[in-house]
């Protein structure tokens, strides 16, 4: 399976800057994605990381806020942007295989705490 | 819209029995995943039911999908302390890859 790095794994933050999130998959993957879990909660999609065009944000979710990049098939970014204390939240990419039958696997997660 | 709902939400069991957990969604799809995650660690994936009627099995844990009833099953047996974690399903939105997760189900076993 597909190994899934992301740096940083945490980072604390002041209100109103910004933080890039880099997600690092270990072999060419058909399709990344960028979720959020909030503290003790379940997790929610927030954008399809595109190969080279823009990404595709779900409802809630704008790119102003969160532009993300995916300049090849390995390696994308999420940057979370004028940052609030709601921001805090652990963020995950995953990655979708060649060969994995559909099979999602996840980054160990960026815990980010905004004060 | 999907909706996905797990219950129970929180599950205490002693070792050596059995429980369900039941995942129900709201509209068709004929792909739903099981994922374990530990406090504090990512999502580990556990199953991948891609049809009606797969039955998928794994240690202690067994999956299953009707995607006819828009539900999965999550069986464990002669539960162990090391299955404590909680258990997510998560069901695609339409074929499009994209996950949308029930809330959980937090697993303690006891001694």
């Known amino acids: 399976s597909a190994v899934i790095s992301q740096k940083p794994s945490r980072d604390i933050c002041q209100r109103g800057t910004s933080l890039t999130i880099q997600c690092q998959v270990d072999?060419?993957?058909?399709?990344m994605f960028w979720y959020r879990q909030q503290p003790g909660q379940s997790l929610t999609l927030i954008a399809t990381?595109?190969?080279?065009?823009?990404?595709?944000?779900e409802s809630g979710f704008v790119i102003d806020k969160f532009p993300i990049s995916r300049p090849n098939l390995t390696f994308s970014t999420l940057t979370v942007s004028n940052m609030s204390p709601e921001d805090s939240s652990i963020y995950l990419c995953?990655?979708?295989?060649?060969?994995?039958?559909?099979?999602?696997?996840f980054g160990p997660g960026t815990r980010l705490t905004v004060l | 819209e999907l909706k996905v709902e797990q219950n129970p939400l929180f599950l205490s069991m002693q070792e050596g029995k059995n429980y369900t957990i039941y995942c129900n969604y709201s509209?068709?799809?004929?792909?739903l995943y099981w994922y374990r995650q530990d406090p504090g660690k990512s999502l580990e994936s556990l199953f991948v039911?891609?049809?009606?009627?797969a039955v998928k099995q794994e240690g202690r844990l067994m999956a299953s999908l009707d995607t006819k009833a828009r539900l999965s099953t999550l069986h464990i047996t002669a539960a162990v302390h090391d299955l404590s974690a909680t258990y997510f399903c998560?069901?695609?939105?339409?074929?499009?890859?994209?996950?949308?997760f029930g809330k959980g189900t937090k697993l303690t076993v006891n001694p």
């Open positions: 995953s990655a979708i295989e060649w060969s994995s039958y559909n099979e999602q696997f």
């Open positions: 072999s060419q993957v058909t399709m």
């Open positions: 990381a595109n190969q080279g065009s823009e990404a595709t944000y």
């Open positions: 509209t068709t799809s004929d792909r």
């Open positions: 039911l891609l049809s009606n009627g």
């Open positions: 998560a069901v695609d939105k339409g074929g499009s890859e994209k996950l949308v």
